[in-house]
């Protein structure tokens, strides 16, 4: 069964620090590969995704993650981090296995301090 | 931009009632989902439907049931609420083709059962 886990649980940042969640998954397969963030009070949207080809990905707000086979990883970066990235962040993975829905990982809680 | 609607923000439930969640996506997906999602835990998969009338057990759906009448319609039904079934509840759906995997989210209910 496929299965992703989220190592930061709860990070706190200055402003214009850099930021990097972990996350890995456990299918040795093709995989297809989410960050999702759900922002205090709002609804989960998609922060980036990725298919295939190019392993480093561009999403939304100046957010990246690296698909690194290998390490059976998918890490988010953000090069200098706002207030208004206070967030919670899933990562979620989809392996071709038949299953039709996603997994997500426990979630990390970023709290960004101005 | 597809719309994911939920049909309470905030639910108060008594132990033993039965409970209704309802969703509705305007997209014309051919998927939905019903997650639970608890701090520390992530979003885990209740049910998920297919097609009309069609559905699968997820990974926790002991003490719910769901049911699709109409395709846009989606309903997960707790049959004799209980105190641990106090959590956000997210409805999701998703279409098929490139989007295959991505999946739209609803605002969340949040069910407390006294």
């Known amino acids: 069964a496929q299965s992703v886990s989220q190592h930061n649980h709860h990070v706190i940042l200055s402003e214009a620090a850099s930021l990097e969640l972990g996350c890995n998954y456990s299918?040795?397969?093709?995989?297809?590969l989410f960050w999702y963030v759900q922002y205090p009070g709002q609804h989960l949207q998609l922060l980036l995704k990725?298919?295939?080809?190019?392993?480093l990905v561009k999403g939304i707000k100046g957010f990246e993650a690296e698909f690194i086979k290998s390490k059976f990883s998918f890490n988010l970066r953000k090069p200098s981090v706002q207030w208004s990235d206070t967030a919670e962040y899933f990562c979620?993975?989809?392996?071709?296995?038949?299953?039709?829905?996603?997994?997500f990982g426990s979630g990390t809680r970023l709290q960004v301090q101005p | 931009d597809v719309k994911v609607t939920q049909s309470s923000r905030y639910l108060v439930k008594r132990t033993g009632e039965k409970v209704f969640l309802e969703c509705v996506q305007d997209?014309?997906?051919?998927?939905m989902f019903w997650y639970r999602q608890d701090p520390g835990l992530g979003l885990r998969l209740i049910y998920f439907?297919?097609?009309?009338?069609?559905?699968e057990k997820g990974d926790i759906p002991e003490g719910y049931s769901v049911s699709r009448e109409k395709k846009e319609r989606f309903s997960l039904i707790l049959e004799s609420a209980s105190t641990n079934q106090t959590s956000m509840y997210l409805c999701?759906?998703?279409?098929?083709?490139?989007?295959?995997?991505?999946?739209?989210f609803g605002p969340g209910t949040r069910l407390t059962v006294t």
């Open positions: 990725y298919f295939s080809g190019d392993p």
């Open positions: 439907s297919y097609d009309v009338k069609m559905k």
């Open positions: 979620a993975v989809n392996a071709n296995t038949g299953r039709r829905a996603l997994t």
């Open positions: 999701a759906s998703r279409g098929g083709g490139r989007d295959f995997y991505e999946q739209y």
């Open positions: 997209m014309d997906h051919e998927n």
């Open positions: 299918y040795g397969g093709t995989v297809n």
